[in-house]
């Protein structure tokens, strides 16, 4: 006894596509997903159909449209679906395969955020090195000048000196 829900064909078909362009069902599908279900109510059935399809659905999403909570979301969907009779181990594999892959993303741009800021660290360091280096170049090169004009200035005093030098005077001189 197999799963009978009245769903419209254009309804199914959409997530049964959408489901396989993602991997998640084969083009054979899985003809023995509700074989232990048993509700009689069409109502119930209904709603674990419209379950199973939104989170097929949820499945289909792109890792970043994807929240954390949106699998844990996933995740009480399935334990509701396991309850209720139907046979979904594949769809579970499927999930923990997007669990463990939002995961890595997570951890993946966390680690981004890290190495960015790292980054900008290095760069506030590097800029600032950079500043106090031309303020040292600046001040080498005054230092530079103040030296030159310095050493100018002693050679003029050493020519003045050497100038001012007189023999000594000798005994005519003085007589």
């Not at 699998?71 to 997007?98: C, H, M, P």
Request: aromatic share 6%; hydrophobic share 35%.
């Amino acid at each position: 006894m197999g799963l009978h829900i009245k769903l419209g064909r254009s309804e199914v078909q959409q997530h049964r596509t959408h489901a396989e362009k993602r991997g998640l069902i084969s083009d054979f599908g899985h003809p023995n997903i509700a074989l232990d279900f048993q509700a009689k109510n069409l109502n119930v059935r209904t709603t674990c159909m419209n379950v199973l399809l939104n989170l097929i659905d949820t499945l289909c999403q792109s890792l970043q449209d994807l929240s954390i909570n949106d699998l844990g979301q996933a995740d009480n969907a399935l334990t509701y679906l396991k309850f209720s009779g139907f046979k979904v181990d594949w769809l579970e594999r499927k999930l923990e395969g997007v669990k463990e892959k939002k995961m890595e993303e997570e951890i993946g741009e966390t680690r981004m955020q890290e190495l960015e800021e790292k980054l900008q660290g290095y760069k506030q360091k590097y800029s600032d090195i950079e500043a106090l280096l031309e303020k040292k170049k600046e001040e080498l090169k005054d230092l530079k000048h103040e030296w030159s004009d310095t050493e100018a200035l002693l050679e003029k005093e050493k020519a003045k000196v050497l100038a001012a030098r007189v023999p000594p005077l000798t005994l005519d001189d003085v007589v």
